[in-house]
């Protein structure tokens, strides 16, 4: 079993984009990886990066960014 974050960047749910990635979560799920859909558009918005985001330490004032960080820190390729 594998880890996936889909990242959605469509601008409307529902779209031909989202429900594509919602195809790809519902195959990967029956083959038995376990996956998690994230928004950036909804979650990122007013985020202040100070030299990247290659630390915890470097995001600031967004809770869902760290949430996303360490979702990432949580798959392995």
Do not use: W
């Amino acid at each position: 079993m594998k880890k996936i974050i889909v990242i959605s960047t469509s601008l409307r749910t529902g779209s031909n984009s989202d429900m594509l990635a919602d195809q790809f979560i519902e195959g990967a799920e029956a083959a038995g990886h376990e996956v998690e859909k994230i928004y950036p558009e909804s979650h990122l918005a007013g985020t202040l990066f100070c030299g990247g985001v290659d630390a915890p330490r470097t995001i600031e004032g967004n809770k869902k960014l760290q949430e996303a960080y360490e979702l990432g820190k949580s798959v392995k390729g």
